[in-house]
């Protein structure tokens, strides 16, 4: 679990990199989009890791659940750049709603992870 909370520190650091300035203002968009879809890989691919484990970590029908959120929330990133922020955070509390006590717990730093890299989006 130590190791966890180290490579979401990390995660986080890496993630939320400053938008380079001489972007424009589409170039800009794209750069904090890819940060999110980034950290939205890494929450996905936890939950599959998880579910992979002998025995499984976490049920198949919470990594569907992470499954989708993803796809959606990608799927909204794409279509629309400029107003996805508040449907991913939506989104991101719902899935955390729906989470049992010990998923919640096990995907909890990057719940975070992505929340904080959707948070530096302004």
Request: net charge positive; aromatic share 4%.
């Amino acid at each position: 679990m130590k190791r966890l909370l180290i490579f979401a520190a990390l995660s986080v650091t890496l993630a939320c990199a400053k938008t380079p300035p001489a972007l424009s203002l589409e170039a800009s968009v794209a750069f904090k989009a890819t940060q999110v879809v980034r950290a939205l890989d890494i929450l996905r691919d936890t939950a599959i890791a998880a579910h992979a484990q002998t025995p499984p970590l976490m049920p198949e029908a919470t990594t569907r659940q992470v499954v989708l959120y993803h796809q959606s929330t990608v799927k909204v990133i794409q279509t629309a750049p400029y107003g996805w922020r508040a449907v991913s955070e939506t989104g991101l509390n719902e899935l955390a709603g729906h989470l049992s006590p010990s998923d919640k717990a096990l995907l909890a730093p990057y719940l975070a992870l992505v929340k904080a890299v959707i948070a530096e989006v302004k």
